[in-house]
């Protein structure tokens, strides 16, 4: 478990995270209890294959992790990271870990966080805010019962939640994170002989050229680095970092040890 590390975690100079599936507000959270909305239950009642409303059910959920306060999911992480120099990757797109108290400015979500919509095609590289767009479907379902969907201005193609999927990962727009980006990639430069732990938390190989793989190899050539790796089913790690990492066959949650 993590307290396992604490004292590993404390020796390093530099500690990155990456956090994957496990970890994701689908596996965290109880959107059914959560959500107590009249709407949202009906939606939830009504046949798994009807597309509609699945997509309704969608909407609400999206609008719940944006109205998030703090949650306490982190806590744990957040108390061994406290006045350490870090830096966490996620390969979630539900932007829940930016609901936590980790430094926003040491987080950053590639695949995106359900902040903006964008165009299917994409006919440009806009990008509109989500949540005024998401009340309004709420609102508009709740009023008359009907289920729309969100028009580009530009050109009339439906709208979707700007976000990396294997749907659409040949058409996601990535400008939202760039910044982010940018700081976490100076930050690994910062890496370079120094004593790093790197923490693998619930990733999979969903996009495994994100962090896994990464991660393998900053473990391989840092002499210094350490790096431990937590999954229930894909905790293997490669006889070449033999020493030089764990393979904690453990649910992150489990990890964390995040009461659910």
Same mark, same amino acid.
């Given at each position: 478990?993590?307290?396992?590390? +604490?004292?590993?975690?404390?020796?390093?100079?530099?500690?990155?995270?990456?956090?994957?599936?496990?970890?994701?507000?689908?596996?965290?959270?109880?959107?059914?209890?959560?959500?107590?909305?009249?709407?949202?239950?009906?939606?939830?009642?009504?046949?798994?294959?009807?597309?509609?409303?699945?997509?309704?059910?969608?909407?609400?959920?999206?609008?719940? &992790?944006?109205?998030?306060?703090?949650?306490?999911?982190?806590?744990?992480?957040?108390?061994?990271?406290?006045?350490?120099?870090?830096?966490?990757?996620?390969?979630?797109?539900?932007?829940? *870990?930016?609901?936590?108290?980790?430094?926003?400015?040491?987080?950053?979500?590639?695949?995106?966080?359900?902040?903006?919509?964008?165009?299917?095609?994409?006919?440009?590289?806009?990008?509109? $805010?989500? %949540?005024?767009?998401?009340?309004?479907?709420?609102?508009?379902?709740?009023? =008359?019962?009907?289920?729309?969907? &969100?028009?580009?201005?530009?050109?009339?193609? $439906?709208?979707?939640?700007?976000?990396?999927?294997?749907? =659409?990962?040949?058409?996601? *727009?990535?400008?939202?994170?760039?910044?982010?980006?940018?700081?976490? =990639?100076?930050?690994?430069?910062?890496?370079?002989?120094?004593? &790093?732990?790197? &923490?693998?938390?619930?990733?999979?190989?969903?996009?495994?050229?994100?962090?896994?793989? $990464?991660?393998? %190899?900053?473990?391989?050539?840092?002499?210094?680095?350490?790096?431990?790796? +937590?999954?229930? =089913?894909?905790?293997?790690?490669?006889?070449?970092?033999?020493? %030089?990492?764990?393979?904690?066959?453990?649910?992150? %949650?489990?990890?964390? !040890?995040? !009461?659910?």
């Amino acid at each position: 478990m993590l307290k396992d590390y +604490v004292s590993r975690i404390q020796d390093a100079d530099l500690v990155l995270v990456g956090i994957g599936p496990e970890l994701s507000a689908y596996e965290l959270m109880d959107f059914e209890t959560e959500i107590q909305n009249e709407h949202y239950q009906k939606l939830l009642r009504m046949d798994e294959e009807d597309r509609d409303a699945a997509w309704m059910s969608q909407v609400y959920e999206r609008h719940h &992790l944006l109205n998030l306060s703090q949650v306490p999911y982190f806590k744990n992480l957040e108390e061994v990271l406290d006045q350490k120099d870090y830096f966490v990757i996620t390969s979630n797109n539900d932007g829940l *870990i930016f609901h936590s108290a980790l430094d926003k400015n040491r987080l950053v979500a590639p695949c995106g966080n359900g902040d903006f919509f964008q165009c299917k095609e994409p006919c440009s590289e806009q990008l509109y $805010p989500a %949540k005024p767009g998401l009340e309004d479907l709420i609102r508009h379902y709740e009023t =008359t019962g009907e289920i729309e969907h &969100l028009e580009c201005p530009k050109c009339g193609e $439906p709208l979707i939640y700007n976000i990396r999927t294997e749907d =659409t990962k040949s058409t996601y *727009i990535e400008g939202a994170y760039l910044n982010s980006w940018a700081a976490y =990639t100076k930050w690994l430069q910062t890496t370079l002989n120094k004593k &790093l732990f790197i &923490l693998e938390l619930g990733e999979g190989f969903g996009v495994p050229s994100l962090f896994r793989w $990464p991660f393998e %190899k900053m473990a391989f050539y840092n002499e210094k680095a350490y790096m431990v790796r +937590v999954n229930r =089913t894909l905790y293997q790690v490669g006889e070449e970092l033999k020493g %030089k990492a764990d393979a904690v066959k453990m649910d992150s %949650k489990d990890f964390l !040890e995040i !009461e659910r």
